[in-house]
């Protein structure tokens, strides 16, 4: 991008913050979004700084921050198995389940590989029949297609999979359930959204009475996305609206769907720092169960789990606090010593606000 479009960009990011501002009827807006990539944008560019009447929450964006500790324990035990090939994305790599992480196995001898894709994993499965390759399938229902077709494309014996795929619109519902924190309207995630669409989420804004907005990632997308939500809370609209129809579609990504529908069943799942959410997990159905390491290994883990000592990162997954109003944060716990798993991921929401700080618009 040029100087000139960065300039234009600017003085539109301006104007949309003063229509904000403008309509701004009332004291506060809290807004809730769940996706590690609109925190980032929020963050990075200091969005929060130009409306100062909108409250924009962070909730459970981050498959890795959310990740349950028993599918990393036993991640964990199985690369400490003899002829066992553990592997994982990068950010999944350092985040510790009830004691350790993938990075403490493989400093005790465990094999751990970390791949760009669950395509690696695979070929290194054909490359080592002698070795079973366990990856560690991890993501919302961007992520889940992938996994999805490559079970079908008749993957080697020796290859299976931890299938840890959540579902976001459950997730929302849920918090709303909660009612820990009063959400006006949500900003929906523009990855996840590609793939269901617009559907999955009218059920929810219609019972629940909240307006949801699908926004895209840049400034100006996410800025235009508060400017609609702010209009439908003042108008008494609860619908789903999209302001990302370059990328999202109504109907979502059909074929990708067709994908996850053939090779998973939705079911209930535990989400670190929420607890169990219904309807919000994806397991392998039961003709796939040969590619299910829970089911091919006989390995007993502890469901015994609680977040570390004075660590607030399921304050921060539920939009209770910010980051830096944990007491660790920057202090006991930085991106080099995490003490929770939202100082980990690159989509967390405590490792963005250490990086980023965000609090100017720039």
């Known amino acids: 991008m040029n100087s000139h479009n960065i300039l234009r960009d600017k003085s539109l990011a301006l104007k949309v913050a003063k229509y904000i501002n403008e309509r701004c009827s009332r004291d506060k807006y809290t807004i809730m979004h769940v996706c590690g990539t609109h925190e980032y944008t929020i963050t990075h560019f200091g969005i929060r700084s130009l409306i100062p009447k909108v409250d924009l929450r962070a909730g459970p964006g981050c498959p890795v921050c959310v990740a349950s500790p028993v599918n990393i324990d036993l991640a964990v035990k199985l690369s ?31 094999r751990v590989s970390i791949v760009y894709s669950i395509h690696d994993a695979v070929e290194l499965a054909r490359r080592n029949p002698d070795l079973e390759v366990v990856h560690f399938a991890i993501g919302f229902e961007t992520t889940a297609p992938s996994t999805a077709a490559m079970i079908l494309s008749n993957p080697p014996e020796n290859f299976s999979i931890i299938p840890t795929h959540l579902l ?10 909660l009612g820990e924190v009063r959400i006006d309207g949500f900003i929906c995630p523009g990855h996840v959204s590609t793939i269901i669409g617009v559907k999955p989420y009218l059920g929810i804004a219609c019972s629940k009475r909240v307006p949801m907005v699908i926004a895209g990632f840049e400034p100006l997308d996410v800025l235009i996305g508060v400017a609609m939500l702010i209009d439908m809370i003042n108008n008494g609209e609860c619908t ?31 989400w670190r720092g929420i607890g169990f959410i219904p309807n919000s997990g994806l397991e392998l159905r039961d003709e796939f169960s040969m590619f299910d390491a829970r089911v091919k290994f006989d390995v007993n883990v502890e469901a015994d789990y609680n977040m570390p000592p004075g660590c607030r990162c399921g304050d921060v997954l539920r939009g209770l606090i910010m980051p830096w109003e944990c007491p660790l944060f920057a202090k006991v716990c930085t991106p080099e010593n995490p003490v929770g798993p939202c100082m980990v991921s690159f989509e967390g929401s405590c490792s963005i606000a250490y990086k980023y700080g965000g609090f100017t618009f720039h």
């Open 168 to 177: 976001i619109p459950p997730a929302m519902l849920h918090l709303l359930n």
């Open 80 to 110: 400490l198995m003899d002829n066992v090939l553990v592997t994982t994305f990068g950010d999944m790599f350092k985040v510790r389940g009830s004691k350790f992480s993938l990075m403490d196995s493989k400093g005790m001898g465990g």
């Open 240 to 270: 789903v609206k999209n302001e990302y129809t370059r990328a999202v579609r109504f109907e979502g990504n059909v074929k990708a769907l067709e994908f996850m529908d053939k090779v998973f069943k939705v079911s209930d799942a535990y």
